[in-house]
C-alpha cells in the first residue's frame, strides 16, 4: 500500500483530505505540523509528501527545503498545496504544486503521476 505523510495545520481539511485519501486506498499518515513531519520522516519512510504552503512554525516550503537537502529524502516527492498565490514555493521544487480549492479527483492524479515519475508505483 502506497503510504502518504499529509501535513496540514487545519485540522477539519487534514481530516477529510485523510479519510477520502484512505477511501481511494491510500495509508495516510495525518500530522498538523512541519516539525511533526520531520520527525515521522525520522521514523519511517513514506512514498509521498502532501504539505500546505502556509502552515503555523515551519512553512510547507521550508519544509520542502528541508527535506530536499536531507541525503536520506531528496528523492521524496512532495506535492505542495495552497489557496493562495502559488509562486511562494521559489527556494523549493516540488513535485507538483496544487491550487486549493483541489478535488479528490485532482489529488489522486496528482499523486499517481508524481509516483510514477519517482517509480514508486
Known sequence: MITILMVDDNARLLSVLSRALSGAGYHVLPVESAEEALELLGMMRPDALICDISLEGMSGVELCRRI???????????????????SQTLGCSPAAVLQKP??????VA????????????
Do not use: F, N, W
Open 68 to 86: 530536499q537537502a536531507h541525503p536520506l529524502y531528496c528523492d521524496l516527492p512532495v506535492v505542495l498545496m495552497s489557496g493562495h498565490d502559488t
Open 102 to 107: 483541489v478535488t479528490l479527483q485532482q489529488i
Open 110 to 121: 496528482t499523486l499517481t503521476s508524481v509516483l510514477e515519475k519517482s517509480r514508486h508505483v
